[in-house]
């Protein structure tokens, strides 16, 4: 099996900066591609970013210049760093992630976190 663990949510102001962590922990070969999303309340679940195995990134348009991945491949880990967050930033920000597997048969699998909420009020 295998679980995704987040940290790094909380309540901030406007303007400040929050760094989300998404580590894969479990049985697996290696990670395809990692991304975050996120989920206002009485909105659908958005992606905010995601990167690749090859470490090729894709953002939002609401976030691009503000937010940025990184990987710390050693430790199946994945970072957000979020810049400048304003108020319309505020949700529940989800880690997802397919890994390769081989058992019970070969293959990509996908996982959810459980979620972390980041707050962004004055």
């Known amino acids: 099996q295998v679980q995704l663990l987040e940290s790094g949510g909380g309540l901030v102001q406007p303007g400040e900066s929050l760094r989300l962590s998404c580590a894969a922990i479990?049985?697996?070969?290696?990670?395809?591609?990692v991304g975050w999303y996120r989920q206002a309340p009485g909105k659908q679940r958005e992606l905010v970013a995601s990167v690749t195995r090859d470490g090729s990134s894709n953002y939002a348009d609401s976030v691009k210049g503000r937010f940025t991945l990184s990987r710390a491949s050693a430790k199946n880990t994945v970072y957000l760093q979020m810049n400048s967050l304003k108020p319309e930033d505020t949700a529940v920000y989800y880690c997802?992630?397919?890994?390769?597997?081989?058992?019970?048969?070969?293959?990509?699998?996908?996982?959810w976190g459980q979620g972390t909420q980041v707050t962004v009020s004055s």
């Open positions: 479990g049985s697996f070969l290696f990670i395809n591609t």
């Open positions: 997802n992630a397919d890994v390769y597997r081989d058992r019970p048969y070969a293959g990509s699998y996908v996982y």
